[in-house]
């Protein structure tokens, strides 16, 4: 589905990917973990066109979409849920997901795939008349990947959802992340919680300094002894 091929992303002089490659096929959890700077956000900023690549590919859905326009890529059916989850602050809940669909033009759908974020996030319809910037964190992660859905995507990016939520939280958006995966949304999920990450993907890539370093099914990067020594604590 997803075909990235030696691509170097640079800020200025700064190379921040250096001949990256991955891939993700349909119906894929794929995660990629890696240390703070390690290059995730701009890995996932590059596929939904806020950066462009100086050199290599990236395919998806066999059309190259490198250097193309955001909105072009979201019709195309790639949702990003940015770090530290961007909600409009004034805005209302519900229309923080209307805005979701703003590309969509079929009422049904869009009606449809509203009562089924309000499904999945049960909190967002309770609040769904709050001021966004009000809601909690977790609240705020829930409506950024709500706000996703209603682009009705078939690739996923998510940016570090569990980052800053008590566990109870991080345990509830990671259920969610594999319910929608299993309703037919392929996901890329960029984590530094590799225990939690590893623990829903099929497949793990390993960033470090803007190269991949490692790559596997989950279960093998779960057993490798460089990704316990340095992701999962020693567990
Ligand atoms: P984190 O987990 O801390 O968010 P990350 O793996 O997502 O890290 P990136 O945000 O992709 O890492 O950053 C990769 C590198 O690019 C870092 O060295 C960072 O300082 C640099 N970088 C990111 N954004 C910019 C920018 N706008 N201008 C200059 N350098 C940047």
Do not use: C, W
Request: without cysteine; neutral net charge; hydrophobic residues 40%.
């Amino acid at each position: 589905m997803l075909k990235v091929d030696d691509i170097d992303v640079y800020y200025g002089n700064i190379q921040a990917l250096k001949g990256l490659s991955l891939e993700v096929n349909e119906g894929e959890i794929v995660t990629l973990i890696g240390a703070n700077g390690a290059g995730k956000s701009t890995l996932l900023q590059t596929l939904s066109g806020l950066q462009k690549p100086k050199r290599g590919s990236v395919e998806y859905l066999g059309e190259s979409i490198a250097g193309k326009a955001a909105q072009s890529i979201v019709k195309a059916g790639i949702s990003h849920v940015p770090e530290g989850r961007r909600v409009f602050a004034n805005l209302s809940v519900e229309e923080n997901l209307d805005l979701g669909a703003y590309l969509r033009k079929d009422k049904e759908g869009i009606a449809k795939d509203l009562a089924h974020v309000y499904e999945l996030f049960p909190r967002l319809l309770e609040r769904k008349k709050q001021q966004s910037g009000t809601l909690s964190g977790g609240e705020q992660q829930m409506l950024a990947m709500g706000r996703a859905i209603m682009a009705k995507p078939k690739l996923l990016l998510l940016d570090e959802p569990s980052m800053g939520l008590a566990p109870l939280m991080v345990q509830n958006i990671f259920t969610i992340i594999e319910t929608i995966n299993k309703e037919g949304t392929t996901i890329l999920l960029v984590e530094q919680n590799a225990h939690m990450a590893l623990s829903v993907a099929n497949r793990a890539y390993v960033l470090e300094t803007g190269k991949i370093v490692l790559a596997g099914t989950a279960k093998e990067l779960q057993e490798s002894d460089e990704v316990r020594a340095a992701y999962l604590g020693g567990l």
